[in-house]
């Protein structure tokens, strides 16, 4: 088939439309059968292999976009030299279909690199207990989001390349390495800091995912971590976004850096006259009860004696941080409970020594022995 003779038959029969109308009707069109007919491709691939094969409509689903950008692509690469247009319609044309290929491969990239990252993570799963799999996922998270920013940056930079003032002007000002560069400097030094710092944790990994810390006197878990932030998940489900650099240059207090397993305190004030054994005994049983311990640590001991009271710190341990801190809860509740109702004797309690009214006070020292005296013979 000649096109030649095809477009003048077509130029004969349509010679009252504008060439530029028919040249970009052509462009539409072409684009039109290009989304149709991949509507069509996956439409009968769903239907031949979709419930079979659910890796396959996954794979379908996360290539939607740039699957339908290449087709188009395609349709106009097929289309454009025939469409009747002059330079003054081509040339823009073109250039933007030289830009959405750069964009189409920038954006393969950025999907590979996602469904790649997806596919490793699946051996990954558990990130609670699992130290390897926290490891994995911290390292690939962070790695992928540094090469998406690495891939968008090459992407755009390749785009503007393709115009002339664009390139101009960026040769111009970075041969100038003038006050302008100096500027552009300082301005992406916070951006620049933060992606050095996103590859330091990637490989030293003092934070990994779930990790619970204490930043800026706030207590939570790292639920992510970004190409230049970090997201903490406070107990109270509130979510503090801290920058990457943060955790490079000041102190932060990791609660499982090495082990997700935590020893809770609870301190507590009791009498003198308090039994300690009999606490420690029941302490031990209340504790070897619970389903939160994990069979590591329980302790009772006095730590600190004032002219009141005397203190007492029990220590037990849990898997995690949070089971630490229910844990530490039950434990007080119950310890509580226990002193009040079989040992109320070890409760604190004011002493005093009361003067009776018109009583001589030099005659106290030999009262109160003969109280004594008295005391130590009814007992």
Not at 109 to 137: C, G, P, W
Not at 288 to 300: C, I, P, R
């Given at each position: 088939?000649n096109?030649?003779?095809?477009?003048?038959?077509?130029?004969?029969?349509?010679?009252?439309?504008?060439?530029?109308?028919?040249?970009?009707?052509?462009?539409?069109?072409?684009i039109?059968?290009?989304?149709?007919?991949?509507?069509?491709a996956?439409?009968?691939?769903?239907?031949?292999?979709?419930?079979?094969?659910?890796?396959?409509?996954?794979?379908?689903?996360?290539?939607?976009?740039?699957?339908?950008?290449?087709?188009?692509?395609?349709?106009?690469?097929?289309?454009?030299?025939?469409?009747?247009?002059?330079?003054?319609?081509?040339?823009?044309?073109?250039?933007?279909?030289?830009?959405?290929f750069?964009?189409?491969?920038?954006?393969?990239?950025?999907?590979?690199?996602?469904m790649?990252?997806?596919r490793?993570?699946?051996?990954?799963?558990?990130?609670?207990?699992?130290?390897?799999?926290?490891?994995?996922?911290?390292?690939?998270?962070?790695?992928?989001?540094?090469?998406?920013?690495?891939?968008?940056?090459?992407?755009?930079?390749?785009?503007?390349?393709?115009?002339?003032?664009?390139?101009?002007?960026?040769?111009?000002?970075?041969?100038?390495?003038?006050?302008?560069?100096?500027?552009?400097?300082?301005?992406?030094?916070?951006?620049?800091?933060n992606?050095?710092?996103?590859?330091?944790?990637?490989?030293?990994?003092?934070?990994?995912?779930?990790?619970?810390?204490?930043?800026?006197?706030?207590?939570?878990?790292?639920?992510?971590?970004?190409?230049?932030y970090?997201?903490?998940?406070?107990?109270?489900w509130?979510?503090?976004?801290?920058?990457?650099?943060?955790?490079?240059?000041?102190?932060?207090?990791?609660?499982?850096?090495?082990?997700?397993?935590?020893?809770?305190?609870?301190a507590?004030?009791?009498?003198?006259?308090?039994?300690?054994?009999?606490?420690?005994?029941?302490?031990?049983?209340?504790?070897?009860?619970?389903?939160?311990?994990?069979?590591?640590?329980?302790?009772?001991?006095?730590?600190?004696?004032?002219?009141?009271?005397?203190?007492?710190?029990?220590?037990?341990?849990?898997?995690?941080?949070?089971?630490?801190?229910?844990?530490?809860?039950e434990?007080?509740?119950?310890?509580?409970?226990?002193?009040?109702?079989?040992?109320?004797?070890?409760?604190?309690r004011?002493?005093?020594?009361?003067?009776p009214?018109?009583?001589?006070?030099?005659?106290?020292?030999r009262?109160?022995?003969?109280?004594?005296?008295?005391?130590?013979?009814?007992?």
């Amino acid at each position: 088939m000649n096109w030649q003779v095809v477009m003048a038959d077509v130029d004969k029969m349509f010679g009252w439309i504008p060439s530029w109308f028919i040249g970009l009707g052509l462009v539409v069109g072409a684009i039109m059968v290009a989304l149709s007919f991949y509507r069509f491709a996956v439409w009968l691939l769903n239907r031949a292999f979709g419930t079979r094969r659910p890796l396959l409509s996954v794979f379908i689903e996360r290539t939607s976009g740039p699957a339908q950008l290449a087709l188009c692509l395609a349709a106009v690469a097929l289309v454009l030299p025939l469409a009747p247009l002059d330079d003054a319609f081509r040339t823009p044309l073109t250039r933007l279909f030289v830009v959405a290929f750069i964009a189409l491969i920038g954006w393969i990239s950025t999907r590979i690199v996602d469904m790649s990252a997806a596919r490793y993570l699946q051996n990954f799963r558990d990130v609670t207990e699992n130290f390897i799999a926290r490891k994995h996922v911290t390292q690939i998270r962070v790695f992928k989001r540094v090469i998406d920013t690495i891939i968008v940056i090459i992407t755009v930079s390749a785009a503007l390349m393709t115009f002339d003032s664009v390139r101009q002007y960026g040769v111009s000002l970075f041969a100038s390495a003038g006050a302008a560069g100096i500027i552009v400097g300082l301005a992406s030094r916070p951006l620049l800091s933060n992606l050095i710092a996103g590859l330091q944790i990637a490989i030293t990994q003092p934070i990994r995912i779930e990790d619970a810390v204490i930043i800026e006197n706030e207590w939570g878990w790292v639920e992510d971590i970004a190409a230049t932030y970090v997201v903490i998940r406070l107990w109270d489900w509130r979510r503090m976004v801290v920058p990457l650099s943060y955790f490079i240059e000041k102190p932060f207090q990791n609660w499982t850096r090495d082990t997700a397993s935590l020893i809770g305190v609870i301190a507590l004030h009791v009498d003198y006259r308090a039994d300690v054994p009999r606490i420690r005994r029941w302490l031990e049983g209340a504790v070897k009860e619970s389903k939160l311990w994990d069979g590591a640590v329980v302790n009772l001991q006095v730590i600190d004696a004032d002219s009141r009271t005397i203190e007492l710190r029990a220590l037990v341990s849990a898997r995690n941080a949070p089971q630490s801190w229910d844990l530490r809860c039950e434990i007080r509740e119950k310890l509580i409970a226990f002193i009040r109702d079989e040992m109320p004797e070890a409760l604190p309690r004011e002493r005093a020594i009361l003067i009776p009214s018109g009583g001589d006070d030099d005659d106290f020292p030999r009262r109160a022995a003969s109280e004594k005296m008295r005391a130590s013979a009814h007992n």
